[in-house]
């Protein structure tokens, strides 16, 4: 992978152990030559990733709507900073701007960016894979939310499967390098319903 997408907080939370993770991903991009894709901000964990990998001289693209592009909010260091008109151009842009991505601790705004490209995934939209670095166990409930919506009938296990998840900031981009991407969905022939 040239590229990865990092979703993940503008806040900072309260767990030194993310906050330490979320610097050792951005170096650890930047000491493997992957450009950093992420939301554009200076502030939170968003922040910290970006500032672990710039300041390992990694290169970063930072994607922002103009509505939230403020001297306050905005890194002023970056690699590249691209301006969207709206949230959802910015998960487009970066969804094409990335190879790859990985979600990291975060809020709702996380939360929405890892369902929509999972759903996509699972639409066969794409192929590309789909980490979750569950530094702190940070996402032990979620991943016992979509085991429950396999064992209820909503999720296909094949489609959680696609989602690969490790504690570990090599393990994971290992398992991420390994991805078999899923065989192209099947839909269901209404010409026979």
Avoid at 2 to 14: D, E, H, L, P
Wanted: hydrophobic content about 40%; glycine content about 10%; some cysteine.
């Amino acid at each position: 992978m040239k590229s990865i997408a990092v979703f993940c907080g503008s806040s900072m939370g309260n767990d030194n152990t993310i906050i330490t993770e979320a610097y050792a991903l951005g170096k650890t991009l930047a000491q493997q030559n992957i450009t950093l894709v992420y939301g554009a901000a200076k502030i939170g964990i968003m922040g910290t990733v970006a500032n672990g990998s710039l300041e390992n001289n990694g290169k970063v693209i930072g994607i922002i709507p103009g509505f939230l592009k403020t001297k306050e909010i905005v890194s002023e260091d970056l690699t590249e900073l691209i301006v969207t008109n709206n949230m959802h151009d910015r998960k487009v842009i970066m969804y094409e701007k990335s190879d790859g991505f990985i979600i990291i601790p975060g809020g709702f705004g996380t939360m929405d960016e890892f369902f929509e490209i999972t759903t996509w995934g699972q639409l066969g939209l794409h192929t590309k894979p789909i980490g979750v670095l569950n530094t702190s166990g940070y996402y032990n409930a979620l991943m016992a939310q979509c085991k429950t919506m396999v064992d209820k009938g909503f999720l296909k296990q094949e489609n959680l499967d696609a989602v690969v998840v490790d504690e570990t900031i090599d393990g994971l981009l290992e398992k991420m390098n390994n991805f078999v991407p899923l065989p192209a969905p099947k839909w269901l022939d209404v010409s026979k319903l």
